[in-house]
């Protein structure tokens, strides 16, 4: 994976590891997801940690098939993402994933995702109601900050962390 690819991945996995911290600015929407997530039988620190890499697989599946390099990532739709999320097969958001994880958990996460995807019929459900989770919170921050760009901007001027 060439350095701009790399930098491609890592703008992906910021905007997923900043998605539900700005959805949940409405702390009602955090119990309504931890409810939902309860009631389909997914622990909440797993079933959140899968609608993260969910998110980072969803938006480095729209930048790699639009052939974004790192500057024009930030121009990108949330709705582009968001439809990725619900349209694409589990398999094609695994395409083109980074050889090697800077980050140990991030490739925890990928390997866990890859797990649900081939592991049956009930994994595979749980990812597409993840999926129906993900696609929600980009929706919601999408009419507030329709691109990948104002989402990073909105979570830099309330001091997430990168």
């Known amino acids: 994976m060439t350095s ?7 703008r992906c996995a910021y905007l997923a590891s900043v998605l539900l911290l700005l959805v949940d600015q409405e702390p009602w929407r955090r119990s309504r997801r931890h409810e939902r997530l309860r009631d389909w039988e997914i622990d909440t620190a797993v079933g959140e940690r899968l609608i993260e890499i969910f998110g980072v697989l969803a938006a480095h599946a729209v ?3 639009a052939s974004l390099s790192v500057a024009e990532f ?3 739709s949330l709705l582009a993402v968001a439809e990725a999320a619900t349209g694409k097969r589990d398999f094609e958001l695994l395409a083109g994933l980074p050889d090697t994880f800077v980050d140990a ?7 866990l995702f890859r797990l649900y995807t081939y592991a049956g019929h009930r994994s595979g459900l749980q990812l597409c109601r993840l999926g129906t989770e993900v696609r ?22 309330a001091g997430l962390p990168r």
């Open 4 to 10: 701009d690819q790399d930098m491609v991945w890592r």
């Open 63 to 65: 930048a790699l098939d």
């Open 74 to 76: 930030d121009g990108l």
């Open 105 to 111: 958990r991030e490739g925890q996460a990928v390997e």
């Open 136 to 157: 929600h919170a980009l929706v919601v921050l999408a009419e507030r900050a329709p691109t990948c760009g104002d989402v990073l901007r909105r979570a830099a001027e």
